[in-house]
């Protein structure tokens, strides 16, 4: 499967801290602190998503706000039922202010302790909220680190946010292909950095570079 993220029935509940939810808005931020460098020559530069140039991350990344902002609030309709790779992403004309409040409409809905209970849907998938909102988290740090890469900016998250992503995407003993979900780990040093190791969980190159 490509390594862009797919929301996912198949994962446990438990995936979800269960004692503190996790907070989108850091990511959300982040991802909008990186949309200033990004200029209009740079929106056919490649990404660590072999389907993706720069435009269609930033498309995907317009798509999963909206669809997982709905997914939050239980607002099912045609945002939370389209499969994220039924077409290319297209970049809406005014992405520069749409993308930044579609982030913070994410983050503000999964601020909501309801958003976390009962049964959602997101990519046409139902699942539970509680493990919609730590793939919605995973989503925003992984594209998070997919743009930084893509248009040479330095990226760093929390370590909260990175326990949760690794949560999601470690191998499962019963399940060690992960239902065919996500492609598959690359190998790291044991000893390497959390961000680098969730990266790679994600089957991405943590010194991925553009042209290397």
């Known amino acids: 499967m490509d390594t862009h993220q797919t929301p996912v029935p198949a994962m446990p509940a438990t995936a979800a801290p269960a004692t503190r939810l996790p907070d989108l808005g850091p990511a959300a931020r982040r991802i909008t602190t990186l949309l200033g460098p990004v200029d209009d020559g740079s929106l056919d530069g490649p990404t660590p998503c072999p389907a993706y140039a720069v435009r269609e991350l930033l498309g995907h990344l317009t798509g999963l706000a909206t669809a997982f902002r709905d997914a939050a609030r239980k607002d099912l309709g045609p945002s939370t039922a389209t499969p994220p790779d039924a077409a290319l992403p297209v970049l809406e004309d005014d992405w520069r202010e749409a993308l930044p409040r579609r982030l913070e409409e994410v983050a503000a809905a999964w601020r909501a302790p309801d958003a976390w209970t009962g049964t959602t849907r997101a ?90």
């Open 123 to 212: 990519g046409g998938i139902d699942l539970p909220g509680e493990v919609a909102g730590v793939v919605a988290l995973n989503e925003l740090v992984i594209h998070g680190w997919d743009l930084a890469r893509s248009t040479g900016q330095p990226y760093a998250a929390g370590e909260a946010e990175l326990r949760s992503c690794e949560a999601l995407l470690a191998p499962d003993a019963d399940d060690p292909d992960r239902g065919g979900i996500f492609a598959p780990p690359l190998p790291v040093a044991a000893d390497a950095p959390l961000l680098d190791r969730v990266i790679a969980l994600s089957g991405r190159r943590p010194d991925w570079r553009p042209g290397g």
